[in-house]
C-alpha cells in the first residue's frame, strides 16, 4: 500500500543508509557529477551513512556478460523468421549474423576500451567499439522495437507522457527489467535501506528510472523513493507532475539537491517536517504540492565530489576521467534556444580557483587519475585562465578538457595558457555560422573571431569541438549555405585528425525565449500534444520548415565534413581522446593497393559473412526465384543483396581464399580493364561491396557498387 506523507514519520535516529542512484541510460565512459556531489555533501552536513551505484555502467556489464548475450541469441534464433515485420526479421538476422564475433569477441572489446595504449590504433579501436554495438544491437533486436545503443536508448513508449511511462515500466520490450530484479531491488530489501535517490540527467533516464521505483514500491511499499536531477527540474516548473507518478515515487527536487536531499533526511529521521524541506514536492491528501526552494549551496562551500564506492574500473576509459565543476550556471545567459537557467539559475557562481586546483589535485591522489572534465557548458575565459594559472604556477600536470564559447575574451595568450595548464580539447557552441541566425540566437559570437580561436587552438596543440545547430527558426536555405561555408573555411585552419562536430536540429523547449514569444521567431504555430502531460520538446510550424528537412539537411552536413576530414583520426569520444594515447601519425590512410602481384591470395575482409537466405527471407527482397546470395559487412553493420552468380561466385571463392589471377578470371563476364578494377579494389578495401539492401521492397540488382 502507498504511504503518503502527511506527518513526520516517527524515527527518533537518522535513516541507516541512504542509497543514491544513477538510473541507465547515459553516457557509460565517465561517472556523472551528480551522485558523487550529493554523496560529499550530505555525508558532511547530516553524518549519515551515503552509498551510491551506478546502475547505468552496472547494467551495461550485465547486459553485456557472455551469458547473457547468448540468452539472446538463443531467443533471437528461436523466433528467427516469425518476427512480425520485416524490419524485425531483418534485425534480427543481422544479429543472428553477428554472433560468433560477438560472443567471441565482447570481452576483449571491452577490455581495449579500458586498457591503456602507448599508441593509438583506429582500427582496433573502430572494432572493438563495433564489437560493442553489435551486441547491444542484439540486445535491441530481442526487445524489439526497443533501440539501445552507446549513446542513445528509445522505447515505443515516450517519456512525455505518464501513461506511456506506465505502459513501458511493465513492458516485456523493457531491457531494464530483468536486471533489476536480478541485481538491485533484491540487494536494496537485505541492505536495510531507508532513503533512495534517483539522479535522472536526461529524458532516456526517466523510463529505467521509473521501472526502478515501480519494482522498489512493489518490494518495499514503505522505502521513501525520491527522485532529482535536471530533467524533472525542467518538467516541474510552470506545471504540477501527475499525481500519478507519486503512486511510484515519494518525492521529487526541484533545483540543485544538495540543501533538500539533506533536509529530507532530516524528514525522514523525524527532526523535520515536509513542509520545511526546500524545493520538496509530494503528494499530500490527493494534492500535489511544492515546497518554496532555497539558494543552492554556494560552489565556494561544496566539499570535492566522492566517487567512493563507484565501479571506476568498470568504465569503458583506459582510466578514470572525473567530472569537477568549478563553476554553476551560466555568464551567459542569453540564449534564445537554452533553458539551462531553469536548473542552474539566473546567474552565474564561481568558485575560488584555488579551491578548483586543490579539489582537482585531491581527487587525482584519492582514485589514481589525471584525467578531468570541469563540468559547464560555458567556462568565461577568466575562468580558465585562473584555474590554468594556478595549475601551472604550482606544477601540477593534469589532462582536462572544459566547454566555453566564442567569446571575444579568449585569444591567442588564453589558449596557449591552456595548453600549457594541461588543457586537452575545449568544446565551442558555434551554433551558426550565419551572422543572421546568431543575432536571433542571441548568441554575442561572431564567425570571424570563431575561426581565429579555432586556429589558435590548433596552432596551441588543443583540439577543439564545435556544435552546430540546424533549423532555427527562420533558418533559410541561404543560412545554411552560410554554415556549411563557414565551416569549409576553417577546415585549413583546424588539425583534422582531432578536430570534431556534432550536428543537431533545433527543439522547442519551455522555458526559452522561443517558446515565450513564438511569433517573434517566425513561428507560425506550436502544437501540444494532450496526451503529453509532461511534454518537454513540442512541435511547431514556420514558413521554412515546410520546405526545408532539418534532419536530412543535417545528415547532408555530416557527410559533407566526414568525407573532409582524415580518415584516420583520434577517437571522436572525448574520454577516449583525454585518455587513449596518441596517432602514430596524422594524415589519410594510403592508396596504394597492398598486393598487387598476381598470385596474391585473397579472402573477404575481417567480419564479412556471406549467407544464403531461406525461402521467407527471399519473399521480404521480391526475388522471386532468382538465387540471391546475402553479404553481411559486420564492421559497417550492412547488408547487402548479390543477385549476379559471377559476382557471387567470386564472394564464394573469397571465403575459401582465392589468388588475384584467379578471381579475374572468374569476372569474365567483364572485361580485363573492369575485373582489374575490382580486383584492386577488392584487394585496397578488403571486399567488393553490392546494391544495399536498405529497403527490403525493392528488388536487389546485380550492379556492382564500391564504398566512397
Known amino acids: 500500500m502507498k504511504a503518503e506523507f502527511d506527518h513526520p514519520p516517527t524515527q527518533a535516529e537518522p535513516p541507516g543508509r541512504v542509497l543514491l542512484i544513477f538510473p541507465p541510460n547515459f553516457s557509460f565512459k565517465q561517472p556523472y557529477l551528480s551522485t558523487p556531489a550529493l554523496t560529499a555533501y550530505v555525508r558532511a552536513?547530516?553524518?549519515v551513512r551515503v552509498e551510491q551505484r551506478d546502475l547505468n555502467i552496472e547494467a551495461l556489464r550485465f547486459l553485456l556478460s557472455r551469458n547473457q548475450l547468448?540468452?539472446?541469441?538463443?531467443?533471437?534464433?528461436d523466433i528467427g523468421l516469425r518476427a512480425d515485420t520485416r524490419e524485425h526479421r531483418r534485425t534480427v538476422l543481422e544479429a543472428l549474423l553477428g554472433q560468433e564475433l560477438v560472443l567471441d569477441g565482447i570481452e576483449d572489446a571491452l577490455s581495449f576500451l579500458r586498457t591503456p595504449h602507448a599508441v593509438f590504433n583506429p582500427q582496433e579501436y573502430a572494432w572493438a567499439l563495433r564489437v560493442i554495438e553489435a551486441a547491444l544491437e542484439a540486445v535491441s533486436a530481442r526487445y524489439w522495437p526497443t533501440r539501445l545503443t552507446l549513446t542513445s536508448f528509445g522505447m515505443r513508449y515516450s517519456p512525455q507522457s505518464s501513461a506511456e511511462i506506465f505502459e513501458?515500466?511493465?513492458?516485456?520490450?523493457n531491457p531494464y527489467i530483468e536486471f533489476f530484479e536480478q541485481e538491485v531491488v533484491g540487494a536494496?530489501?537485505?541492505?536495510?535501506?531507508?532513503?533512495?535517490g534517483l539522479s535522472v540527467a536526461s529524458l532516456s533516464q526517466i523510463i529505467p528510472a521509473l521501472t526502478l521505483a515501480a519494482r522498489l514500491k512493489r518490494a518495499l511499499p514503505d522505502l521513501p523513493v525520491v527522485v532529482g536531477g535536471g530533467v524533472f527540474q525542467r518538467l516541474a516548473v510552470g506545471r504540477s507532475l501527475p499525481s500519478a507518478l507519486f503512486d511510484i515515487v515519494d518525492f521529487f527536487v526541484i533545483g540543485e539537491g544538495e540543501r533538500p536531499l539533506a533536509a529530507l533526511c532530516d524528514h525522514v529521521a523525524g527532526r523535520r517536517a515536509i513542509e520545511d524541506v526546500p524545493g520538496l514536492v509530494y503528494r499530500s491528501r490527493g494534492t500535489v504540492r511544492s515546497n518554496p526552494s532555497v539558494p543552492p549551496v554556494p560552489v565556494a562551500e561544496l566539499p570535492p565530489p566522492g566517487y567512493d564506492g563507484l565501479p571506476l574500473?568498470?568504465?569503458?576509459?583506459?582510466?578514470?576521467v572525473l567530472s569537477y565543476q568549478p563553476v554553476r550556471g551560466c555568464y551567459w545567459r542569453e540564449c534564445t534556444f537554452c533553458n539551462q537557467h531553469v536548473v542552474c539559475g539566473d546567474r552565474a557562481d564561481e568558485g575560488p580557483a584555488e579551491k578548483t586546483v586543490r579539489d582537482l589535485v585531491l581527487l587525482a591522489q584519492r582514485y589514481t587519475t589525471d584525467a578531468f572534465c570541469l563540468v559547464n557548458e560555458s567556462l568565461a575565459p577568466g575562468v580558465l585562465r585562473a584555474i590554468a594559472r594556478r595549475l601551472e604556477g604550482e606544477k601540477v600536470h593534469l589532462l582536462w578538457y572544459a566547454g566555453a564559447r566564442f567569446d571575444s575574451g579568449f585569444d591567442r595568450e588564453t589558449i596557449e595558457l591552456l595548453a600549457r595548464a594541461g588543457c586537452r580539447k575545449l568544446f565551442f557552441g558555434l551554433e551558426s555560422g550565419s551572422r543572421r541566425i546568431l543575432r536571433a540566437m542571441r548568441k554575442g559570437i561572431s564567425p570571424k573571431h570563431a575561426a581565429d580561436v579555432l586556429r589558435w587552438c590548433r596552432e596551441a596543440g588543443v583540439a577543439s569541438h564545435v556544435y552546430v545547430m540546424l533549423g532555427f527558426p527562420g533558418e533559410s536555405r541561404a543560412d545554411i549555405d552560410e554554415t556549411r561555408g563557414f565551416l569549409d573555411q576553417v577546415l585549413p585552419e583546424v588539425d583534422r585528425h582531432t578536430f570534431t562536430m556534432y550536428v543537431s536540429v533545433f527543439q522547442l523547449k519551455p522555458d526559452t525565449s522561443v517558446f515565450s514569444e513564438p511569433a517573434s521567431?517566425?513561428?507560425e504555430e506550436v502544437i501540444a500534444k494532450t496526451e503529453y502531460d509532461l511534454e518537454y520538446i513540442y512541435e511547431h510550424h514556420t514558413p521554412q520548415s515546410a520546405a526545408l528537412d532539418y534532419e536530412q539537411e543535417a545528415e547532408k552536413l555530416v557527410e559533407h565534413m566526414d568525407a573532409q576530414l582524415d580518415q584516420l583520426r583520434a577517437p571522436e569520444d572525448i574520454c577516449h581522446f583525454v585518455t587513449m594515447g596518441s596517432?602514430?601519425?596524422?594524415?589519410?590512410r594510403s592508396d596504394r593497393a597492398e598486393d598487387e602481384h598476381s598470385d596474391a591470395v585473397l579472402v573477404l575482409g575481417r567480419g564479412v559473412r556471406l549467407v544464403v537466405p531461406p525461402p521467407a527471407l527471399r519473399m521480404d527482397l521480391q526475388c522471386g526465384n532468382e538465387t540471391v546470395l546475402l553479404l553481411y559487412h559486420f564492421a559497417e553493420s550492412r547488408l547487402y543483396a548479390v543477385a549476379d552468380p559471377g559476382v557471387a561466385e567470386v564472394l564464394?571463392?573469397?571465403e575459401r581464399g582465392t589468388t588475384r589471377a584467379e578471381t579475374i578470371r572468374m569476372l569474365r563476364r567483364l572485361d580485363e580493364e573492369q575485373a582489374e578494377a575490382i580486383v584492386h579494389d577488392l584487394i585496397k578495401r578488403g571486399l567488393a561491396t553490392y546494391t544495399p539492401v536498405y529497403h527490403w521492397a525493392e528488388k536487389p540488382t546485380a550492379e556492382v557498387h564500391y564504398v566512397p
Open 583 to 588: 596517432l602514430p601519425c596524422s594524415g589519410t
Open 188 to 196: 536494496i530489501v537485505r541492505g536495510g535501506c531507508e532513503l533512495v
Open 45 to 47: 552536513a547530516v553524518g
Open 168 to 173: 513501458a515500466v511493465g513492458s516485456v520490450e
Open 521 to 523: 521567431f517566425g513561428i
Open 70 to 77: 547468448a540468452q539472446v541469441y538463443d531467443y533471437l534464433r
Open 313 to 320: 574500473e568498470s568504465y569503458l576509459t583506459p582510466r578514470p
Open 652 to 654: 564464394r571463392a573469397l
